[in-house]
């Protein structure tokens, strides 16, 4: 990992480097840091700019309650620490993804603003953490019954072409996971520790080395299981998803305070599986704002699951990001021109060739280079151009024709082929 200055610097702001009990100074925490930021924005500085020999000069007049200049000169001053740190985590296959990379999750930034984490730990197909899905959630204890509907609904929703978004944990989650990997689906899960272990285990390795998997924390990669990160990481679940389904929920616990978070701030569908369980919470969830789903897995439809209801969607506002690496080549700047008001019952092709001095095709094709240099699905490519469904489909078929794009398969994706 060559980590850009912005990228060494938020690291050595925001995380840990050893046991937390050890490590001697407490790194900002989500709002710290995005208070920090902000007043970084406003001297006119960025992160790399800390990396500076007289970074204690930068900083003076920085008042805030609990960020002091001591603080940050102190959490600056573990570079050593830093470079072990990386250097392991590179040999166990692990990125660092940063709020100003191009990888980082959208839906994080849109939904969580400034408490979006700063970091993210990965391991895998880092390109799938836009692609969105239906998070599965559920009890560790759950029964055999809700294990069962748990395994075939991740089968169902990898043959549908559906992420499985969910935590890791035994149980629900996990066999939720493994269900659709084993079926050649994507997966994302959101690890709330021990994301180095998880990285080399066997369970993960088929799917991880396919591309097909991917693994993240917002914390410490080797820290150990804390009560309060498996409860804080329940929001990045939902935020990374597109729907949501709770399988079975005790009367306390991760699954019911993430699922009642997720109706409060209504980030996205939540359905709930029917349970033969008394002293469940679903019903709890249903009266909250929870929906039913079907109870028998034949006759779930995978599609309806992501119809956007009452809930109100947040990507399309996503908020910039305070810093861009700021020496890193960032890609020229522009907004997609609005297209005519053509007359009615025209195909997209007859668009065009109504108003051929607006070549959309071409911008097209110039962020498809960029977006995707890497397999990325067709649902990613929509949010990230706002584009609707019919065009973008169209116009992947005449790239896909033209040999402009690679078509995959097992999950489908698209690759942009650069001409030599």
């Known amino acids: 990992m060559n980590l850009l200055p912005a990228a060494q610097a938020t690291l050595l702001l925001t995380s840990y480097f050893g046991n937390a009990n050890t490590d001697g100074i407490k790194p900002l925490t989500n709002s710290e840091w995005g208070r920090f930021a902000l007043w970084l924005r406003t001297k006119g500085l960025t992160p790399a700019d800390l990396l500076a ?156 080395m396919e591309g097909n998997v991917v693994l993240v924390s917002p914390y410490y990669p080797e820290a150990v299981f804390n009560a309060g990160n498996a409860m804080g990481r329940n929001k990045y679940i939902y935020c990374l998803a597109d ?64 119809v956007p209801g009452n809930f109100t969607e947040g990507v399309n506002g996503e908020q910039a990001e305070m810093f861009a690496a700021s020496d890193e080549p960032q890609p020229e700047a522009f907004e997609y021109p609005r297209r005519p008001q053509a007359p009615p019952g025209l195909s997209l092709r007859e668009e065009v060739a109504v108003y051929p001095q607006a070549d959309f095709y071409q911008i097209f094709l110039r962020e498809l280079s960029r977006l995707a240099a890497e397999p990325v699905t067709a649902e990613y490519l929509i949010e990230a151009m706002s584009l609707n469904k019919s065009q973008m489909n169209d116009w992947l078929k005449r790239a896909e024709d033209e040999g402009s794009v690679k078509k995959l398969t097992k999950p489908m994706r698209y690759q942009f082929v650069h001409s030599h």
């Open 53 to 208: 020999p007289d970074v204690a000069s930068l900083i003076h007049g920085l008042q805030d309650k609990s960020i002091s200049a001591e603080r940050i000169l102190a959490l600056l001053g573990r570079g050593h620490s830093l470079a072990l740190a990386v250097e392991k985590w590179q040999r166990a296959g692990l990125w660092i993804v940063t709020r100003s990379d191009r990888d980082y999750p959208h839906r994080l930034k849109s939904r969580l603003k400034n408490d979006s984490p700063p970091v993210l730990f990965v391991c895998g197909n880092k390109g799938l953490l836009n692609s969105g899905g239906l998070a599965v959630v559920g009890s560790r204890n759950a029964d055999n019954e809700d294990l069962h509907f748990s395994q075939e609904l991740g089968e169902k929703a990898a043959a549908e072409g559906k992420s499985v978004v969910s935590g890791g944990a035994r149980g629900v989650d996990e066999t939720a996971m493994l269900g659709a990997m084993h079926q050649g689906g994507t997966v994302i899960g959101v690890m709330a520790d021990s994301l180095l272990k998880a990285a080399t285990s066997a369970k993960w390795r088929k799917g991880l």
């Open 243 to 306: 729907s949501a389904l709770v399988v079975h929920s005790g009367q306390k616990g991760g699954t019911l305070s993430g699922a009642e978070e997720n109706l409060k701030k209504q980030w996205v569908p939540l359905w709930v599986k029917p349970s033969r369980d008394n002293q469940s919470a679903n019903s709890d969830l249903v009266a909250k704002g929870g929906r039913w789903c079907a109870s028998e897995i034949q006759v779930l439809d995978i599609a309806e699951l992501f």
